[in-house]
């Protein structure tokens, strides 16, 4: 009979699969969309013969931008992941941004999206809301990416998506989105930021869209929660308005 070496230190447990299963089904989620809209872009073009110049412009604008911020989530995600005793925790990347136009750039993604079901995004920033902020850009664009893409999927047609940033007394950045999609129900409420848990049955989707935000919130020392308010339901997340980068 052969004998098996023992190497504890490299020894691989079935917690560090699920563990690495799940990042990559974060990944896998995270690109999704992006190589979604890349390919229904790009098909617009090759099969559109009477775009004009200025259409093509703008899709080919499109495509760029979606491409460069699959890639920013992808290097963000490889860089700052790490397990510790089968938990998967994301370290921030700190730099600091205009805040105001990184956020117009980032919500432009949707105009297709939203156009096809006469859906708005109406954004309100108020006023003691700083030009400048610091916090890891890529993780907070993937909250309100997978909170905005939700909303779009779940709310009603002809009906608006509502996002709200506000300094709130504790000089935290305070974000809510609103959607219109007739709530959740109560006893799905509580498992929301898990894995793989998905709002309905039946729909595309993996269930990790939410997980991953509870993730990349937490990672930069904030909260999130969910509620039904008017009619449908409300994401409301908060993080540290920080006035230096962290020291590494």
Same mark, same amino acid.
């Given at each position: 009979m052969g004998h098996t070496a023992n190497h504890p230190e490299t020894a691989i447990t079935a917690t560090d699969t699920h563990t690495m299963e799940t990042f990559i089904g974060i990944l896998a989620h995270e690109?999704?969309?992006?190589?979604?809209?890349?390919?229904?872009?790009?098909?617009?073009?090759?099969? *559109?013969?009477?775009?004009?110049?200025?259409?093509? @412009?703008?899709?080919?604008?499109?495509?760029?931008?979606?491409?460069?911020? @699959? %890639?920013?989530?992808?290097?963000?995600?490889? @860089?700052?992941?790490?397990?510790? *005793?089968?938990?998967?925790?994301?370290?921030?990347?700190?730099?600091? !941004?205009?805040?105001?136009?990184?956020?117009?750039?980032?919500v432009q993604q949707f105009d297709r999206a939203v156009a096809a079901v006469s859906v708005k995004i109406r954004i309100d920033i108020a006023n003691n809301v700083p030009e400048n902020i610091i916090t890891d850009q890529v993780k907070l664009g993937q909250v309100l990416y997978n909170l905005i893409n939700n909303a779009i999927k779940f709310t009603r047609p002809a009906t608006s998506i509502n996002? *709200?940033?506000?300094?709130?007394?504790?000089?935290?950045?305070?974000?809510?989105?609103? /959607?219109?999609?007739?709530?959740?129900?109560? /006893?799905?409420?509580?498992? %929301? !930021?898990?894995?793989?848990?998905? %709002?309905?049955?039946?729909?595309?989707?993996?269930?990790?869209?939410?997980?991953?935000?509870?993730?990349?919130?937490?990672? %930069?020392?904030?909260?999130?929660?969910? !509620?039904?308010?008017n009619g449908g339901t409300t994401f409301s997340f908060f993080i540290p308005l920080r006035t230096e980068i962290p020291s590494v």
């Open positions: 690109i999704r969309s992006q190589i979604a809209a890349i390919c229904s872009l790009s098909d617009i073009i090759l099969y *559109n013969q009477k775009m004009q110049a200025t259409e093509q @412009a703008e899709c080919i604008s499109a495509i760029n931008a979606t491409g460069y911020y @699959a %890639l920013n989530v992808v290097e963000n995600m490889t @860089a700052t992941a790490k397990y510790s *005793n089968g938990r998967l925790d994301l370290d921030p990347h700190y730099k600091r !941004f205009h805040f105001r136009e990184w956020l117009k750039q980032l996002l *709200n940033i506000s300094l709130n007394r504790d000089k935290q950045l305070s974000f809510q989105v609103s /959607d219109q999609g007739g709530g959740i129900a109560e /006893d799905k409420l509580k498992f %929301l !930021f898990q894995p793989f848990k998905q %709002l309905e049955k039946g729909r595309a989707g993996t269930g990790l869209g939410l997980y991953i935000s509870h993730l990349c919130v937490t990672s %930069l020392g904030g909260e999130i929660t969910a !509620f039904n308010e």
